[in-house]
């Protein structure tokens, strides 16, 4: 619960608090479950029941000094060379100099903040990379967050249009300007300024969504989240089993190069997970596990 001994900060419903948090932490189930029978099929699991025992989800509790935490999981897979689905929950007081970024809190720096960042770092080349994240954030006043976008090494238009088409069906059924904001917020924000180059094909982007109607928001955010589970790993299933040359691996770990400047850079997610006492593998489990530049 928000450290509140005033009874003055203005705070949404608490249940709404806690569906958000609950929410996060099945929407992370679901997605452990689809990653982990992509390993199973793998690994010829379903079928004669041979082949090498698939890879499993490791997952870590952690505890944020200043209030609350999290649960890290991570796999290392044949076919997801490193797959993270992380978890949050956490509340505090921001520090003087981080306050003034955070919308509510220049006066007042208490805060809550629950959410699931997702991302998918796939061993063959012709398998896109992936990240979803959306989160709840309360200072004196609450909104939710979040995004999906792909990273693939060579760009197939169909998946780019199944991943694309999931997540505007979600906006659509929400609002009819969130589909044309978001994604063209997306384009904007994962763009690498330094090279002058987009980080993928994109997705939808989105901060500070806090409409008259909070239900509305948490039911979007909670679309986003089926969007990206249903879409991403038929996508995996589909190229995981094409196959790869040398030369396309080192493409990859070039393009995760590209990943690693954006996120350590730009990525304000990551900013706010260090600044705020996060969990450093946690907040830094975004990045891939080999990496190669020219």
Same mark, same amino acid.
């Given at each position: 619960?928000?450290?509140?001994?005033?009874?003055?900060?203005?705070?949404?419903?608490?249940?709404?608090?806690?569906?958000?948090?609950?929410?996060?932490?099945?929407?992370?189930? %679901?997605?452990?479950?689809?990653?982990?029978?992509?390993?199973?099929?793998?690994?010829?699991?379903?079928?004669?029941?041979?082949?090498?025992?698939? #890879?499993?989800?490791?997952?870590?509790?952690?505890?944020?000094?200043?209030?609350?935490?999290?649960?890290?999981?991570?796999?290392?897979?044949?076919?997801?060379?490193?797959?993270?689905?992380?978890?949050?929950?956490? +509340?505090? /007081?921001? =520090?003087?100099?981080?306050?003034?970024?955070?919308?509510?809190?220049?006066?007042?720096?208490?805060?809550?903040? #629950?959410?699931?960042?997702?991302?998918?770092?796939?061993?063959?080349?012709?398998v896109p990379a992936a990240h979803m994240n959306t989160r709840m954030i309360v200072t004196s006043?609450?909104?939710?967050?979040?995004?999906? +976008?792909?990273?693939?090494?060579?760009?197939?238009?169909?998946?780019?249009? /199944?991943?694309?088409?999931?997540?505007?069906?979600?906006?659509?059924?929400?609002?009819?300007?969130?589909?044309?904001?978001?994604?063209?917020?997306?384009?904007?924000?994962?763009?690498?300024?330094?090279?002058?180059?987009?980080?993928?094909?994109?997705?939808?982007?989105?901060?500070?969504?806090?409409?008259?109607? #909070?239900?509305? +928001?948490?039911?979007?955010?909670? +679309?986003?989240?089926?969007?990206?589970?249903?879409?991403?790993?038929?996508?995996? %299933?589909?190229?995981?089993?094409?196959?790869?040359?040398?030369?396309?691996?080192?493409?990859?770990?070039?393009?995760?190069?590209?990943?690693?400047?954006?996120?350590?850079?730009?990525?304000?997610?990551?900013?706010?997970?260090?600044?705020?006492?996060?969990?450093?593998?946690?907040?830094?489990? =975004?990045?891939?596990?080999?990496?190669?530049?020219?």
């Open positions: 619960m928000l450290p509140d001994p005033a009874g003055t900060l203005p705070l949404p419903e608490e249940a709404l608090r806690a569906r958000a948090a609950t929410w996060f932490g099945e929407l992370r189930d %679901r997605l452990v479950a689809a990653f982990e029978a992509i390993e199973a099929i793998a690994a010829g699991e379903g079928s004669a029941g041979e082949g090498p025992f698939p #890879a499993r989800f490791q997952r870590e509790v952690w505890d944020r000094p200043g209030g609350g935490g999290g649960v890290m999981s991570i796999l290392r897979g044949s076919v997801l060379e490193k797959a993270g689905v992380n978890v949050s929950v956490v +509340d505090g /007081v921001f =520090s003087e100099a981080f306050r003034a970024r955070i919308p509510g809190a220049a006066a007042d720096g208490r805060f809550w903040a #629950a959410g699931i960042s997702v991302v998918v770092h796939p061993r063959s080349p012709l006043h609450h909104w939710f967050g979040g995004g999906a +976008d792909m990273t693939p090494v060579f760009p197939v238009a169909e998946d780019t249009a /199944v991943f694309h088409g999931a997540l505007r069906a979600a906006c659509e059924a929400a609002h009819p300007e969130h589909w044309p904001r978001f994604k063209a917020w997306c384009d904007e924000y994962f763009w690498l300024p330094h090279r002058g180059e987009p980080r993928g094909v994109g997705g939808i982007f989105f901060d500070e969504l806090a409409s008259p109607d #909070a239900e509305a +928001d948490f039911r979007f955010v909670r +679309d986003v989240g089926v969007a990206f589970l249903e879409a991403y790993p038929a996508i995996v %299933r589909r190229r995981m089993g094409d196959p790869w040359t040398a030369e396309q691996k080192r493409a990859q770990l070039i393009k995760r190069g590209r990943y690693v400047e954006f996120n350590l850079l730009w990525d304000r997610g990551t900013r706010f997970g260090i600044e705020t006492g996060g969990n450093a593998e946690a907040v830094l489990m =975004s990045l891939p596990p080999e990496v190669a530049w020219p």
